[in-house]
């Protein structure tokens, strides 16, 4: 298991016994002391917060963007860990920024398995964690079954596209979106059809580069909603092209390249 596959799952477990406790006794500073040790974590809320739907229409498919004033900033953000508090696995993703992002406001999709606070911490350059926070009313995200039966998500596995990269300029900022066909089941779903669990498969790292320069780096697990998506910004200098891999638990590579601007 991969270094940061077997730190996600060391977290899960000690979030599982911190929720042995009083069912409504918040999580929070037992998973902050799990995942930051002794570090301070201050708030953040002058410059980022998590944006959120109160009550989610699709506890499975959550949107999450976790949004960043610039002018306000205390250095450049270096990292971002976005943990959905009550799920059985909370680290749902940690996005870790290159010098390529100007603006590191991050979008996604989570799982809430319940009534939830979705927390995102930020970390500078120089080390100082900031946190934000919007609590979620949603619950069965984590076993709600698949859209697609596991054949039909097997013939699209790794599929890839983006969504805005035609309108990128060049010098200009742009907004894209990566789309990764994957069930990226959590363990916790039945087929419907052989009424068995769906052993967990999901996305573990997703690597976005620019002409070879790492944009962003991402650390998944089964928090993340099927067919993840990650929304970055990054400003294109010159003629290019946008390249994504991603690895999922069971071992496999997926791979895809964009020419920028976009050929018609």
Same mark, same amino acid.
């Given at each position: 298991?991969?270094? /940061?596959?077997?730190?996600?799952?060391?977290?899960?477990?000690?979030?599982?016994?911190?929720?042995?406790?009083?069912?409504?006794?918040?999580?929070?500073?037992?998973?902050?002391?799990?995942?930051?040790?002794?570090?301070?974590?201050?708030?953040?809320?002058?410059?980022?917060?998590?944006?959120?739907?109160?009550?989610?229409?699709?506890?499975?498919?959550?949107?999450?963007?976790?949004?960043?004033?610039?002018?306000?900033?205390?250095?450049?953000?270096?990292?971002?860990?976005?943990?959905?508090?009550?799920?059985?696995?909370?680290?749902?993703?940690?996005?870790?920024?290159?010098?390529?992002?100007?603006?590191?406001?991050?979008?996604?999709?989570?799982?809430?398995?319940?009534?939830?606070?979705? /927390?995102?911490?930020?970390?500078?350059?120089?080390? @100082?964690?900031?946190?934000?926070?919007?609590?979620?009313?949603?619950?069965?995200?984590?076993?709600?079954?698949?859209?697609?039966?596991?054949?039909?998500?097997?013939? /699209?596995? =790794?599929?890839?596209?983006?969504?805005?990269?035609?309108?990128?300029?060049?010098?200009?900022?742009?907004?894209?979106?990566?789309?990764?066909? /994957?069930?990226?089941? @959590?363990?916790?779903?039945?087929?419907?059809?052989?009424?068995?669990?769906?052993?967990?498969?999901?996305?573990?790292?997703?690597?976005? @580069?620019?002409?070879?320069?790492?944009?962003?780096?991402?650390?998944?697990?089964?928090?993340?909603?099927?067919?993840?998506?990650?929304?970055?910004?990054?400003?294109?200098?010159?003629?290019?092209?946008?390249?994504?891999?991603?690895?999922? @638990?069971? =071992?496999?590579?997926?791979?895809?390249?964009?020419?920028?601007?976009?050929?018609?």
């Amino acid at each position: 298991m991969p270094k /940061h596959a077997a730190a996600l799952a060391l977290i899960a477990l000690i979030a599982l016994s911190a929720t042995a406790r009083a069912a409504d006794e918040a999580p929070w500073p037992d998973l902050k002391a799990a995942i930051f040790g002794d570090k301070a974590v201050a708030d953040g809320s002058a410059f980022m917060r998590v944006e959120a739907p109160q009550r989610a229409y699709d506890a499975a498919v959550v949107p999450v963007t976790i949004r960043f004033d610039g002018g306000h900033m205390p250095g450049r953000i270096r990292a971002v860990t976005l943990v959905v508090d009550k799920n059985p696995a909370p680290v749902a993703a940690v996005f870790r920024l290159g010098d390529g992002i100007a603006d590191p406001t991050i979008g996604t999709r989570v799982r809430v398995n319940e009534y939830t606070n979705i /927390h995102a911490v930020a970390e500078t350059e120089d080390g @100082s964690l900031f946190m934000a926070a919007a609590f979620v009313k949603a619950a069965g995200g984590c076993s709600a079954p698949a859209s697609k039966t596991p054949d039909d998500a097997l013939a /699209h596995l =790794g599929e890839m596209r983006t969504k805005n990269l035609d309108a990128a300029q060049i010098g200009a900022p742009s907004r894209v979106e990566l789309l990764i066909r /994957h069930p990226n089941y @959590s363990g916790m779903q039945m087929d419907q059809i052989k009424r068995t669990y769906v052993p967990a498969r999901f996305i573990e790292t997703i690597e976005v @580069s620019y002409d070879g320069t790492q944009l962003l780096q991402v650390e998944g697990n089964i928090s993340l909603s099927e067919n993840p998506v990650v929304e970055f910004s990054f400003t294109p200098n010159e003629t290019g092209r946008l390249s994504a891999t991603a690895k999922d @638990s069971d =071992g496999a590579v997926f791979t895809g390249a964009w020419p920028v601007p976009a050929t018609m």
